[in-house]
């Protein structure tokens, strides 16, 4: 520290010689010295990082809880977390007393999360807390070795064959891999406060497609094409276990024999006797119905078994199922009560946009606020202004600026503001309640306002200081309905977002790739068979979850399959929306929409739609423009075509959202994750053109009091901006809002 006149200046040494600077070594000819003492110390200083990271005091127990939900149970003990980071830190296992002794051993980790007590006691396989949901691609690979999987030529299986499940390998879709370690999935589990991470991949289209896929399996081997697990179409290999004894047709002791076989291998003996009977008795029908070829019987019954072992709750789950004699509660039924009808449709741009290229000063703006400020602020990322559109908010005297610039890849967008149609959302993001940069350090805030996994749930949830507890926002309107004789319905889009997670009802997942949602071969198969395996409640809070997300999802899907395959929908769609991925998203929104009056059909009668689409590839470090803004665009011009046809255009809104904005000064090659950013929506009922909000007063973080630094904005107003409106909207009662918006008051 340096004192200068009574203030304190931290002055901090400078290890790294920057450019031009002359290096110490004399040895070094005068052109390679900078070179080399350049990369010498930058080598230093990575290793110095990396050794602060290693040997942080949070590193310890987060890798160890971590590496305890992957191999154990998902919910481990403080006692169990410490003595496996104990292990870690120390390189010695208290158990078995092995380890190297130095920080950050694996060999001492894994034995101290293995051998501990709360990995190896049979008791605590009856809690049914205890244990864990198995990740897809585990469960696939103890069915292709138990099951003796044989390759093709003896070729090892292809790398990225069988995405189809929600996994593979080294495909994670991004640094947080396939799922969340604090996903908490309704049910038993999150009424216990329990989290089960691999339950966010148990969603209708990856269960659906698994299943599918395993019949393929067991029926033809492993290949892509129709509904196969492979996303080759090359046949990659076939299953050769065959646990039937004898060679012979199976009769009723060579099938018990066969399953009890296949209960050891799949499910750790845990199989219950119910179980077991209803998949026998299932194979032993399909033997008999495959023909006289005792071959063919054997096959057609092996087939079954398999198939059927892997619907049976005891192969998705770790502990023990203790299953009941009650029934699972069906799903009630419901019917439109013939209010008129809405849809609110919440697009979620995953990875932060670069919303500051969404909405720009134009220059027509009070103080120094204009175009050449932001060319000249955002530098590289700045969109040059032929490339730019003009709108005219009707509230302009309350911004900043009278006229703004939007980007040509939105001119759909600007269009339907500017027609009356949209509206602006300038600097708004994730808060609990408003505040300065005066109050950075004293003000209420979101957690990690700039990390993906937290600014993504206080998105969706709207309720930032309650954490994973917290419904969606999309999922609460629903709740707010509930009693009052309006019908909702939730849907999102090949995904299970925490925005459509509700208390009073599940959210349907709609798969694109099926057309809207896949029939499951087995359950068509063996309806009775399926329905018994899943139908009974469990005592394990894990199989419950199971149990019922499969039956449901199986239930749905059939349902929409029903009215799709049925041609009840009154007409094909009106807009042509191409084959983009949000396109294809759009177009089933509008598919579901049209169904709303199709049929008695318990699915789809609602007085509410609630939709939840999402787009990728929005964390633009290295990029100067999102990529499929411009392909967004085209498919809400599409989706209000649609939706005008329809008679619905003013009955729907749509609104666009991001974890979080990004920094107003470029990295040099793209921008980094900030905080306040620019959205807009869309809707025939929508006030003309109105910007709620206001815009930063400058683009310099000197001209402003929101600036957080290093480029970051904080938020003038919370995303309650827009909900607030929508949940009026929509018809929400007035005393409910502010369940629906926790924060809302604050605002």
Same mark, same amino acid.
């Given at each position: ?17 920057? @450019? ?34 290693? =040997? ?7 890798? +160890?809880?971590?590496? /305890? ?33 130095? &920080? ?6 894994? =034995? ?12 605590? !396989? ?7 949901? =198995? ?28 995405? /189809? ?23 038993? #589990? ?21 299943? $599918? ?23 990659? %290999? ?13 009769? !009723?002791?060579?099938? $018990? ?17 119910? +179980? ?19 071959? @063919? ?45 809405? @849809?609110?449709? %919440? ?44 709108? =005219? ?33 300038? $600097?708004?993001?994730?808060? /609990? ?44 309107? *629903? ?14 889009? !090949? ?11 599940? *959210?349907?997942? #709609? ?10 071969? /087995? ?31 199986? %239930? ?92 619905? &255009?003013? $009955?729907?809104?749509?609104? @666009? ?23 807009? *929506? ?25 600036? &957080? ?7 003038? &107003? ?5 909900? %607030? ?23």
């Amino acid at each position: 520290w340096v004192s200068v006149n009574g203030f304190m200046f931290r002055n901090a040494p400078t290890f790294m010689p920057f @450019a031009g600077e002359k290096p110490v070594d004399r040895h070094v000819p005068a052109e390679g010295r900078l070179a080399v003492a350049s990369r010498h110390a930058a080598a230093h200083e990575t290793d110095a990082v990396i050794k602060h990271l290693v =040997r942080h005091e949070n590193t310890a127990p987060f890798i +160890s809880h971590l590496l /305890i939900q992957r191999l154990v149970t998902s919910n481990p003990s403080p006692r169990y977390i410490k003595a496996v980071a104990t292990a870690f830190q120390t390189g010695k296992d208290a158990v078995s007393g092995k380890g190297s002794g130095r &920080w950050g051993c694996m060999d001492a980790t894994v =034995r101290a999360i293995l051998l501990d007590r709360e990995a190896r006691s049979r008791t605590l !396989d009856a809690d049914p807390g205890h244990g864990s949901a =198995r990740e897809p691609l585990v469960k696939m690979l103890q069915l292709f070795r138990t099951q003796e999987f044989v390759t093709k030529g003896g070729l090892a299986l292809r790398a990225g064959g069988i995405k /189809i499940v929600g996994q593979d390998f080294m495909y994670a879709p991004s640094v947080f891999g396939f799922y969340l370690p604090s996903f908490m999935p309704s049910g038993p #589990l999150e009424a216990h406060r329990l989290v089960s991470p691999e339950n966010q991949l148990a969603i209708a289209p990856l269960m659906n497609a698994m299943m $599918n896929g395993v019949s393929k399996l067991f029926e033809f081997g492993l290949s892509g094409g129709e509904q196969g697990l492979s996303a080759t179409s090359v046949n990659q %290999g076939r299953l050769s276990f065959d646990p039937i004894p004898g060679s012979g047709a199976p009769d !009723d002791a060579a099938m $018990n024999a066969a399953v009890d076989a296949l209960d050891l291998a799949l499910t750790d003996g845990r199989l219950s006797a119910r +179980s077991k009977a209803e998949i026998v008795a299932a194979a032993l029908a399909d033997a008999a119905a495959a023909g006289p070829d005792p071959a @063919a019987q054997r096959a057609a019954a092996l087939q079954t078994a398999g198939e059927l072992m892997v619907v049976a709750p005891e192969f998705h789950i770790s502990n023990l199922v203790g299953g009941s004699d009650d029934d699972r509660p069906p799903t009630p039924p419901q019917t439109a009560s013939g209010v008129p009808y809405k @849809a609110v449709v %919440g697009v979620m741009l995953m990875g932060g946009a670069d919303s500051f290229n969404f909405l720009i000063p134009k220059d027509q703006c009070d103080g120094e606020l204009s175009y050449s400020q932001y060319k000249k602020i955002r530098g590289p990322v700045a969109i040059k202004e032929e490339k730019l559109v003009t709108v =005219r908010p009707k509230n302009g005297h309350d911004q900043p600026c009278s006229e703004f610039y939007m980007t040509s890849n939105l001119t759909n967008v600007a269009d339907m503001f500017t027609a009356g149609d949209g509206a602006l959302f300038p $600097n708004t993001g994730n808060l /609990i309640k408003p505040f300065t940069k005066a109050e950075k350090f004293t003000a209420r805030k979101p957690a990690y306002p700039q990390a993906h996994n937290f600014a993504e749930r206080h998105m969706q949830n709207m309720h930032a200081q309650l954490g994973t507890g917290a419904k969606g926002v999309l999922g609460r309107i *629903a709740d707010a309905f509930e009693g009052t004789g309006v019908t909702t319905a939730l849907y999102s889009i !090949d995904s299970y977002p925490t925005i459509v997670r509700a208390a009073t009802k599940d *959210a349907v997942i #709609l798969d694109v790739k099926a057309g809207g949602a896949a029939t499951v071969s /087995i359950y068509q198969r063996h309806k009775a068979a399926v329905t018994a395996l899943l139908g009974k409640q469990s005592k394990s809070y894990f199989a419950e979850t199971y149990g019922r997300a499969f039956l449901d999802s199986l %239930g749905v899907s059939e349902g929409v399959r029903t009215l799709l395959d049925a041609a009840v929908v009154s007409a094909p769609a009106t807009a042509d929306f191409g084959d983009g991925k949000i396109e294809k998203r759009f177009e089933l929104v509008g598919t579901i929409m049209r169904l709303r009056t199709q049929g008695a059909n318990p699915v789809r009668l609602a007085d509410r739609d609630l939709f939840a689409v999402s787009m990728g590839s929005y964390d633009t470090h290295g990029a100067k423009y999102e990529p499929h803004t411009k392909e967004l665009d085209g498919a809400l011009l599409k989706f209000k075509e649609e939706t005008n046809a329809q008679g619905v &255009w003013k $009955n729907t809104v749509v609104v @666009a959202m991001s974890d979080f904005g990004r920094t107003i000064q470029s990295n040099g090659r793209g921008t980094d994750h900030a905080w306040g950013g620019n959205y807009f *929506a869309i809707g025939g009922s929508i006030k003309d053109k109105v910007m709620l909000s206001s815009f930063v007063e400058s683009m310099d973080a000197d001209g402003h009091d929101l600036d &957080w630094g290093n480029g970051i904005v904080i938020p003038k &107003w919370g995303y309650e901006v827009y909900w %607030g409106p929508i949940t009026d909207w929509v018809g929400v009662d007035f005393e409910r809002w502010g369940y629906v918006l926790p924060n809302l008051h604050r605002f």
